[in-house]
């Protein structure tokens, strides 16, 4: 073949050999849907602990001379701390998953694995730390 005919080496055309999803990108697309309900899990369980005013507060204060105070669910901050682990952990093997398989140039990282992953660690620090 002649120098003419061939084409030049930074003008390649890229022919994609994959035939569909194979297992490694169907798990990450699992694991980052598992995450958007573990971080969903979160608000909830959170917005559950949040101390609810209690309505006549200022009524039972006034009448009776004692101060009302809502106290938050505990045992819900719990369980918000210890998703967030889980939700961690999960992004962090989703990540790993995702850096096996970042092999070709049109391969992507799961931009919601690297977000849920860094605001879970957040998350965990933060309730390790308020709880104690």
């Given at each position: ?101 970042h092999k ?29």
């Amino acid at each position: 073949m002649s120098d003419q005919n061939r084409p030049p080496t930074g003008d390649r055309v890229y022919v994609e050999r994959r035939r569909g999803k194979d297992w490694i990108t169907r798990g990450i697309e699992i694991l980052s849907g598992i995450s958007w309900i573990a971080i969903i899990a979160i608000f909830v369980s959170v917005g559950f602990a949040t101390p609810q005013g209690g309505g006549g507060g200022w009524a039972l204060t006034n009448m009776l001379g004692q101060t009302v105070v809502a106290t938050p669910n505990y045992y819900y901050y719990g369980v918000a701390r210890y998703l967030s682990l889980a939700t961690f952990l999960l992004c962090l093997f989703g990540f790993v998953f995702n850096i096996f398989r970042h092999k070709r140039k049109t391969d992507r990282y799961r931009k919601s694995l690297i977000i849920f992953g860094a605001v879970s660690l957040i998350s965990f620090i933060y309730w390790t730390i308020r709880l104690g």
